[in-house]
């Protein structure tokens, strides 16, 4: 039986959301579309790697910022 897969309009909204799918085994592949015509293609370490690059991103800029606070 094979896995859905999800498809993302606006990969920065939608990464935490394709994160927590693949971990939940909910999905096995994500496709990443920019309007009408699909620009890449990510497996669950692609997705995880760039949620935390994500992640920490935000951390840094509040640490710039003395927001603090996690991610």
Known sequence: MTKPVLILNNLHLDLRY???AMANAEVEHV?????EHMVG???LHDVLVATWKECSRR???RMVSDVGGGC
């Open 59 to 61: 951390q840094l800029d």
């Open 31 to 35: 496709l990443v579309f920019d309007g």
């Open 41 to 43: 293609e990510l497996g």
């Open 18 to 20: 394709a994160a927590l």
